[in-house]
């Protein structure tokens, strides 16, 4: 049985605050990440997420993303992100997946949260969820046709 400890967050549009939370990621440090539809973005709060006394919430945020490149430019500009995953691989090669529910496409993100590239399909007419398997491979579940 899992047991509640804390949350993090709270109502708003400043970094550490969301309007509509819909997705959450763990990467291989502990760290979370939490995607946020009513502010268009993805947030990186580092691990621990809890002070020495256990009982304080520690909201050290290390990044905010909307999905833009690292030299600036747009990849995708988040317009409803509901999803958020994470690949496995132990190597400097770990990739952050958002899907934008509006646009109908998965942004794949470095680990500082800057976009690489955008993902789409036409069989993405309604894609509901993102998950990576232990062997980094993206499944997409899409809410039937």
Known sequence: ????LKSIGGRGTIPGQFL???GVALDKDGNVYVVDSGNA?????KAP?????????????????NGVSRNGSTVVQFIKP????????????NTIYVLDEYRKEIVECD??????????????SKPVDIAVTNGNTLCICIRGR
């Open 20 to 22: 509509y939370p819909s």
């Open 49 to 65: 997420y809890l002070t020495g006394d256990n009982q304080t919430v520690d909201n050290s945020i290390d990044y905010v993303s």
């Open 82 to 93: 509901t999803r958020i995953a994470i690949s496995s691989e132990i190597s400097e090669a």
């Open 111 to 124: 680990m500082d949260g800057y976009g690489l590239t955008s993902i789409s399909q036409p069989a993405f």
């Open 41 to 45: 973005r993805f947030q990186k709060f």
């Open 1 to 4: 049985m899992a047991t509640f």
